[in-house]
């Protein structure tokens, strides 16, 4: 009996191309997802080259406004969102490459983020709270910082991810660190194999359907 593919949508964005080490780590689970031998359907969005806009008002008024009465305009602004949305429906494992810049998420990894975060579409509200409607998806968070900030009071953005993707419903989450990448020549190699390794165990783990 064949394997089934696992659909991976794979989000970046390093200011460095690829010579960040963010993007050092998404090709590391490349390769890991490579020599395990599971089929799989890749989908990359470096968020940097694309170049997104913040969102504004006009983006977002023309999701609330029904398909059938967007102006052209509308149509076009609102097919940006249309696609990422279509794209994380589809995919099994949401991988996101995140760069820690000044204790959060580079502004266009978050406009991907405000833009995929859409209430009707990935969550929706109750009297109960927000119920998100991605259930069964898995999230890989492979992050890169130049101190040491998890488990600390200063790492911000983890928790802003874990909440970002839980009120989507994405709940199976996995964190891998590369830490101290700014802290000298040593603590940057070990920390880099030592995420490498830690990618490979997640490949290893990951539930292919």
Request: charged fraction near 20%; proline fraction near 4%.
């Amino acid at each position: 009996m064949s394997k089934a593919s696992l659909n991976v949508l794979l989000v970046s964005a390093s200011l460095f191309a690829d010579k960040g080490n963010s993007r050092a780590l998404a090709s590391s689970f490349v390769s890991a997802l490579e020599a395990s031998g599971q089929p799989f359907q890749l989908t990359h969005h470096d968020l940097v080259e694309r170049d997104l806009p913040h969102l504004d008002g006009a983006e977002m008024q023309a999701w609330m406004t029904p398909a059938d009465e967007r102006s052209a305009e509308q149509r076009k602004l609102a097919a940006l969102s249309d696609g990422f949305l279509a794209e994380l429906r589809a995919a099994d494992l949401l991988v996101v490459a995140a760069p820690l810049y000044n204790l959060g998420l580079p502004t266009q990894m978050k406009a991907w983020f405000d833009r995929v975060l859409r209430a009707g579409e990935t969550f929706r509200y109750t009297e109960k709270g927000p119920v998100g409607l991605l259930e069964g998806k898995q999230a890989l968070v492979l992050a890169a910082r130049g101190g040491m900030y998890a488990g600390t009071e200063m790492d911000s953005q983890t928790p802003h991810l874990k909440s970002m993707l839980g009120l989507m419903g994405i709940t199976d989450q996995h964190f891998v660190y590369a830490e101290g990448l700014s802290m000298g020549d040593e603590p940057r190699a070990a920390s880099l194999a030592e995420a490498k390794t830690a990618i490979a165990n997640q490949v290893e783990a990951l539930q292919f359907r």
